[in-house]
């Protein structure tokens, strides 16, 4: 099941960047901020029906926490757009690396999480390998320095934040779903066409929509179905770190696709061994993290004697013949 997580998630995110370089690069649509809103109206036309059908049981989620959770994830989406206009690919680049790392101190704050010095050191491999191969030019400017911490912040704590609600309210990833993309969609449709003509001085409105570029932003919406389940499923099975440094595996195959469909340009030895530094701290680090202690909570919640008496008069009084 684990496995089937992760090749779920890496196949679809990588489809859709794919898909959307596609329709950017080729097709024009330059509208990055709108297009996610129609993924998450695609999301909750998918998540409705399945509920209409009975493939999914209703839950109940609090409305304070949706509405936290779209905040973060909307300032996650706009901060992120904004970085990037704002910032070098290099210092984008660098901001979302850091995603780990504050990840990592949300765990250590909210969860008691204690990595061992073997995590550690793979979470850093990691970081060094997909830095090597994807950081070129750095500059950065005050405006854009506050638009990446946003970014940064916001995404950190709204993938957090998934693992949170799914622990706390016994709820599945459909459901999270279902409570969450029907508002997501509708704050992204109505600030991206702001946003989009803001970052790219033009309107989605005016835009030509021809046959295939039309087949490709449908493409894009069924793609993005897949990659928005596949994230809650891997977050809500493992954790918002574990999400995040394997989750670099698909920024080495973006490039690797990039390459092999997009041209080789770029392609060079620095490249070549950023790749397989990130690629052996990935390994590094499933192998570290899943040993005992190799993250672990520094404070068990205790097991009162009350509690311990009520086990056991329960074991002595069962019926089950296993049970002596």
Not at 123 to 135: E, F, R
Not at 205 to 228: E, H, R, W
Not at 292 to 321: A, F, I, M, Y
Request: hydrophobic fraction near 45%; charge should be positive; charged fraction near 10%.
């Amino acid at each position: 099941m684990d496995t089937a997580a992760w090749t779920f998630n890496i196949t679809t995110s990588v489809g859709i960047i794919m898909v959307n370089k596609a329709l950017m690069a080729t097709y024009g649509f330059t509208f990055a901020t709108t297009l996610t809103g129609l993924h998450f109206m695609a999301t909750t036309v998918m998540t409705a029906s399945l509920r209409w059908m009975g493939y999914i049981q209703s839950s109940h989620l609090p409305f304070s926490e949706v509405v936290k959770f779209v905040l973060f994830a909307s300032f996650s989406i706009v901060g992120m757009n904004v970085s990037l206009m704002w910032n070098s690919v290099g210092f984008y680049q660098i901001a979302k690396l850091s995603m780990i790392p504050v990840t990592c101190l949300l765990e250590i704050v909210f969860d008691k999480i204690r990595y061992s010095r073997d995590t550690k050191l793979s979470i850093g491999l990691v970081l060094l390998g997909v830095g090597v191969c994807t950081v070129t030019d750095v500059s950065v400017n005050a405006r854009g320095f506050i638009a990446a911490f946003v970014a940064v912040w916001s995404t950190s704590v709204q993938q957090y934040y998934v693992h949170h609600l799914q622990r706390k309210y016994s709820t599945g990833s459909f459901n999270l779903l279902g409570h969450t993309a029907p508002v997501q969609a509708l704050t992204l449709l109505i600030v991206g066409p702001f946003l989009d003509h803001l970052l790219t001085n033009k309107r989605v409105y005016a835009y030509d929509y021809t046959l295939t570029s039309t087949f490709f932003i449908v493409l894009s919406c069924i793609i993005a179905i897949g990659t928005n389940l596949s994230q809650f499923i891997c977050i809500g099975r493992f954790s918002a770190v574990t999400f995040q440094v394997l989750g670099h595996m698909k920024t080495i195959l973006v490039l690797i696709l990039g390459f092999l469909f997009f041209g080789k340009e770029g392609l060079n030895l620095q490249v070549v061994m950023g790749m397989a530094i990130a690629i052996l701290g990935m390994i590094w680090y499933s192998n570290a993290s899943s040993k005992p202690g190799g993250k672990e909570h520094r404070s068990p919640t205790p097991v009162s004697k009350g509690q311990l008496e009520e086990e056991t008069d329960h074991l002595l009084d069962s019926d089950d013949p296993h049970v002596k």
